[in-house]
């Protein structure tokens, strides 16, 4: 059973910005396509960023996109997200995701198969 730990949410004004972690504790994680989500209380979990191992490719929503970042450390076996220009409306829980196929850049919650528990972010205005 793969296990994702996140870490790096907190409390920042707009304007600031956060980088969260993500590392699974198995290895080897490369083999893992990633993604980051984010959910509000009421609201559907929402896809913000994903990484297909396959080609490299990184793909941003259109709400993130030019603000987060998110990128992969081999040597540290971690991924992260950058998160820059925060507004009040990036508060949420966010979450890692993975599933062991190179190929998946998916948005969508099904698409994944394991998931961290979650770090709080918030951003005051």
């Known amino acids: 059973q793969v296990q994702l730990v996140e870490s790096g949410g907190g409390s920042v004004q707009a304007g600031g910005s956060l980088r969260l972690s993500c590392t699974p504790p198995?290895?080897?994680?490369?083999?893992?396509?990633m993604g980051w989500f984010r959910e509000v209380p009421g609201k559907e979990r929402e896809g913000v960023a994903a990484?297909?191992?396959?080609?490299?490719?990184?793909y941003y929503s259109d709400s993130v996109k030019d603000r987060f970042t998110s990128s992969l450390d081999n040597a540290k076996n971690t991924v992260y997200l950058q998160l820059n220009n925060l507004r009040p409306e990036d508060t949420a829980m966010y979450y890692c995701?993975?599933?062991?196929?190179?190929?998946?850049?998916?948005?969508?919650?099904?698409?994944?198969?394991?998931w961290g528990q979650g770090t709080q972010v918030t951003v005051s205005s």
């Open positions: 995701a993975a599933k062991d196929v190179l190929y998946c850049n998916s948005f969508s919650v099904s698409g994944y198969d394991y």
């Open positions: 990484i297909r191992r396959g080609g490299g490719g990184i």
């Open positions: 198995e290895s080897p994680y490369s083999n893992y396509s």
